[in-house]
């Protein structure tokens, strides 16, 4: 999948990021859980700037342990192809 992040946050001190993917077409986006041991590009990802950065992501889809949702992407790989960095500077 590629699309946006719509949300991140981080569980288990950083072990496990949770992403709301969205790439436009549909209201509600697909949540990508990755494993910082297993995952490669959870770094990456985690540092990307959160909401607004651009990412690849490869996985399985697997049933939703949360609730709200059906399935979920266990991510395998990840690339951030457009990072978010800070606040933009007002044009004067």
Do not use: H
Request: glycine letters at 14%; a positive charge.
């Amino acid at each position: 999948m590629k699309g946006w992040v719509r949300t991140s946050r981080s569980a288990e001190k950083g072990k496990t990021l949770f992403v709301e993917l969205t790439d436009g077409s549909t209201v509600k986006g697909v949540q990508l859980v990755f494993s910082a041991e297993t995952t490669l590009g959870t770094e990456a990802v985690a540092n990307s700037g959160g909401v607004g950065a651009s990412i690849s992501a490869v996985g399985i889809v697997v049933p939703c342990q949360g609730k709200g949702s059906v399935v979920e992407i266990q991510v395998t790989k990840a690339e951030v192809l457009g990072p978010v960095y800070g606040k933009m500077n007002p044009i004067i």
